[in-house]
């Protein structure tokens, strides 16, 4: 599949990028394509901010209700899936627009997926043998010792990434960040990337509370019990694992009062938020902009077309 130009939009959540995404489909011929790893499931609405189906019928979205929340999804299937997309965009003379939060789905299809040993599921059989004795904060210790920049970028409660890192050093002998790193070499796309940053921390801490306690009063308790009850979805689940789920989730297993799973699943968006910023502070060519600037919606069409006509030239 060729590569052809596509616009990128990235951000931290609660910054506003829906609401841009769909001021330049106003403005531009472009197909959004979501690059997010919640969005994708069917059911799982409120908690995820997904855009209302008015919205999603007057501006269609790739990528959004793909798939039942009992499925995995992975950064390969993404890139796979959202190439299709944008082949389809291309095809119809128009540009490919990706809008969203999830980092490694952006890094992975500008720069390549790394190719990774296999599972083996006797080697992590064994790390959450050695977990549950000694915790998972401790195998993210051994995981400072032989690859300190994967250590560096995985929380040391982030189960999965800790072990799959674990398990490629193990298999491949190499740093699992060594080889990620190499995977991005040689790999050239036409691709105009906006960046929506907050102006500050406090402004973006308010806006997340704020989204959260609206995201409650829509309903937000009632469609997790409605996954909740379900047989086949578990709290280990990827989908069960998003913020805010996770935590009113443990809210309906009796762990947490709904006070504490409000508390400590704004705290989680929080978290998640500075990591995305931090992807996006390591990322290259990105031309930024401010959530907050009065004219950001001129601001980033001019952006657009100063890109669009330095194409012609």
């Given at each position: 599949m060729a590569n052809g130009p596509a616009i990128c939009l990235l951000g931290p959540t609660a910054t506003g990028k829906t609401g841009l995404a769909l001021a330049l489909a106003d403005a531009f011929p472009v197909d959004i394509v979501s690059v997010d790893s919640a969005l994708v499931y069917r059911g799982m609405d409120i908690g995820t901010a997904k855009p209302d189906p008015?919205?999603?019928?007057?501006?269609?979205?790739?990528?959004?209700?793909?798939?039942d929340p009992a499925a995995g999804y992975s950064a390969g299937a993404f890139v796979t899936d959202a190439r299709s997309a944008m082949q389809a965009a291309?095809?119809?003379?128009?540009?490919?627009?990706?809008?969203?939060?999830?980092?490694l789905y952006f890094r992975a299809l500008r720069e390549g997926l790394a190719r990774l040993p296999?599972?083996?599921?006797?080697?992590?059989?064994?790390?959450?043998?050695?977990?549950?004795?000694?915790g998972w904060a401790a195998?993210?210790?051994?995981?400072?010792?032989?690859?300190?920049?994967?250590?560096?970028?995985i929380q040391p409660g982030d189960r999965q990434r800790v072990q799959r890192a674990l398990e490629v050093w193990h298999l491949a002998g190499?740093?699992?960040?060594?080889?990620?790193?190499?995977?991005?070499?040689g790999v050239v796309a036409d691709y105009l990337c906006?960046?929506?940053?907050?102006?500050?921390?406090?402004?973006?801490?308010?806006?997340?509370?704020?989204?959260?306690?609206?995201?409650?009063?829509?309903?937000?308790?009632?469609?997790?019990?409605?996954?909740?009850?379900?047989?086949?979805?578990?709290?280990?689940?990827?989908?069960?694992?998003?913020?805010?789920?996770?935590?009113l989730w443990a809210h309906l297993d009796g762990k947490l009062s709904l006070e504490d799973a409000r508390y400590r699943g704004i705290v989680a968006t929080r978290q998640l938020a500075k990591r995305q910023l931090t992807w996006l502070r390591s990322e290259r060519?990105?031309?930024?902009?401010?959530?907050?600037?009065?004219?950001?919606?001129r601001h980033a069409k001019d952006e657009v077309e100063r890109w669009l006509e330095s194409r012609v030239r």
């Open positions: 008015g919205i999603l019928a007057r501006y269609p979205h790739a990528l959004v209700d793909i798939l291309w095809d119809k003379g128009r540009l490919p627009l990706l809008v969203g939060g999830t980092m296999d599972a083996d599921p006797d080697y992590r059989a064994a790390l959450d043998r050695e977990a549950a004795v000694s195998l993210h210790g051994r995981l400072a010792e032989v690859d300190p920049a994967a250590a560096a970028a190499r740093p699992i960040s060594e080889i990620q790193a190499e995977a991005g070499q906006l960046a929506l940053l907050p102006p500050a921390r406090p402004w973006l801490h308010e806006r997340i509370e704020r989204r959260f306690d609206e995201m409650l009063s829509l309903g937000f308790l009632n469609e997790v019990a409605g996954l909740h009850a379900r047989p086949d979805l578990a709290a280990d689940l990827p989908a069960m694992r998003a913020v805010g789920y996770r935590q060519g990105l031309r930024e902009l401010r959530a907050d600037e009065p004219g950001l919606r």
